[in-house]
T-cell receptor, first 116, second 114 residues
Framework: DAMVIQNPRYQVTQFGKPVTLSCSQT?????MYWYQQKSSQAPKLLFH???????NEADTPDNFQSRRPNTSFCFLDIRSPGLGDAAMYLC???????????????FGPGTRLTVL | AQSVAQPEDQVNVAEGNPLTVKCTYS??????LFWYVQYPNRGLQFLLK??????LVKGSYGFEAEFNKSQTSFHLKKPSALVSDSALYFC????????????FGAGTRLFVKA
C-alpha cells in the first residue's frame, strides 16, 4: 500500500546532541511537510517542500533544518535539541496539481522525540 | 489571516447516540475545509473534505460534515456513535487563494461511552 513512513518511531537524544528524523513516501506526492505536535495540541507547521522549493515558517527556530534529496525522502535535522523540543514530529505529504490546494494530506505515524 | 476554532475541548456521547463536533473558520476567499482524526501515538488520518458544491459532505467510517457559509462553520457529525470513534478530532482550513499551508484547530477529544 502507498504510504508515508517515519523512522524511527521513538527517538531519544541528549540535550544539545544533533538528531535527524526521516520520512519517506511511496505516494509520489510533490509536497512534503514537517509538523511539530506537543501534548495532543494542534500540529504546528515547521516547513514544507513543494518539489525542491523549501518554505520555512516565519516562527520556526533556526535550530530546525530540513533536507529533501529526492521526491521520496525528507529529513528533519535538529541541530541542538533543547528540552522544549521534545514532541511528536509528523511528516505529511500532499499532491498539489495545477495550483489547486484542495487535496488532503497523508500523515506518517510520527516520531516521538525525547530529550534528556 | 486564516484561523480555525473548535470551541469544545471534549465531547462526551453515549454509544448509539448521534455526535457532533463543532468547527468554525475564518479565511480570506473561499475555504477548503478538512476533518482529520488522530488515535493515540498515531499520525492524523483524513476523514473528509469540502471543496465546493453540495454542503453535506460524506466521509470515512460513517462521518459527514455540513458546510455552512453564512455561519462559517463545518461541523462533523455521525448518526450513531461507536466506542471505537473515541479519538482526537482536528478541523483544518486552507484558503483557495493559493499556498499550501493548512491551519489546524486545537482539536476536540471525543469520548464515546458504552
Amino acid at each position: 500500500d502507498a504510504m508515508v513512513i517515519q523512522n524511527p518511531r521513538y527517538q531519544v537524544t541528549q540535550f544539545g546532541k544533533p538528531v535527524t528524523l526521516s520520512c519517506s513516501q511511496t505516494l509520489n506526492h510533490n509536497v512534503m511537510y514537517w509538523y511539530q505536535q506537543k501534548s495532543s495540541q494542534a500540529p504546528k507547521l515547521l516547513f514544507h517542500y513543494y518539489d525542491k522549493d523549501f518554505n520555512n515558517e516565519a516562527d520556526t527556530p533556526d535550530n530546525f533544518q530540513s533536507r529533501r534529496p529526492n521526491t521520496s525522502f525528507c529529513f528533519l535535522d535538529i541541530r541542538s535539541p533543547g528540552l522544549g523540543d521534545a514532541a511528536m514530529y509528523l511528516c505529511a505529504t500532499s499532491n498539489i496539481l495545477g495550483g489547486g490546494a484542495y487535496n488532503e494530506q497523508f500523515f506518517g505515524p510520527g516520531t516521538r522525540l525525547t530529550v534528556l | 489571516a486564516q484561523s480555525v476554532a473548535q470551541p469544545e475541548d471534549q465531547v462526551n456521547v453515549a454509544e448509539g447516540n448521534p455526535l457532533t463536533v463543532k468547527c468554525t473558520y475564518s479565511v480570506s476567499g473561499n475555504p477548503y475545509l478538512f476533518w482529520y482524526v488522530q488515535y493515540p501515538n498515531r499520525g492524523l488520518q483524513f476523514l473528509l473534505k469540502y471543496i465546493t458544491g453540495d454542503n453535506l459532505v460524506k466521509g470515512s467510517y460513517g462521518f459527514e460534515a455540513e458546510f455552512n457559509k453564512s455561519q462559517t462553520s463545518f461541523h462533523l457529525k455521525k448518526p450513531s456513535a461507536l466506542v471505537s470513534d473515541s479519538a482526537l478530532y482536528f478541523c483544518a482550513v486552507r484558503a483557495n487563494t493559493g499556498g499550501f499551508k493548512t491551519i489546524f484547530g486545537a482539536g476536540t477529544r471525543l469520548f464515546v461511552k458504552a
